[in-house]
């Protein structure tokens, strides 16, 4: 699986964005999904998951918990991530995942396919 996340940029806090991972290769619709990020000097941390049947289970970090929103559309095998009320301590970069199991995104931090990842920033 080849993943390509897009959308980020720069905003002002308290401002929205969408990032898309697009996958090409095979289907995702065996695999769960996350998104990470990365800050500069900070280890990686999973942001945002979504279990393969399509979002019959979530998980999201406490930081970002009411703020953002994983989604995915195995048919366009693309999953999203809605950024809304962006705060300073949300600029990393972000990378998308893959791999077939749930807790091997939630609870070991790997997975089996990493996209390049795209930057986030957000100014104060």
């Known amino acids: 699986v080849q993943l390509q996340a897009s959308g980020g940029g720069l905003v002002q806090t308290g401002g929205s964005l969408r990032l898309s991972c697009a996958a090409s290769?095979?289907?995702?619709?065996?695999?769960?999904m996350g998104w990470f990020r990365q800050a500069p000097g900070k280890e990686r941390e999973l942001v945002a998951a979504?279990?393969?049947?399509?979002?019959?289970?979530?998980f999201y970090a406490d930081s970002v918990k009411g703020r953002f929103t994983i989604s995915r559309d195995n048919a366009q095998n693309m999953v999203y991530l809605q950024m809304n009320n962006l705060k300073p301590e949300d600029t990393a970069v972000y990378y998308c995942?893959?791999?077939?199991?749930?807790?091997?995104?939630?609870?070991?931090?790997?997975?089996?396919?990493w996209g390049q990842g795209t930057l986030v920033t957000v100014s104060s």
């Open positions: 995942a893959a791999d077939k199991l749930f807790r091997s995104l939630v609870n070991g931090g790997g997975a089996d396919y």
């Open positions: 979504i279990n393969w049947s399509g979002g019959s289970v979530t």
């Open positions: 290769g095979r289907t995702i619709n065996t695999y769960n």
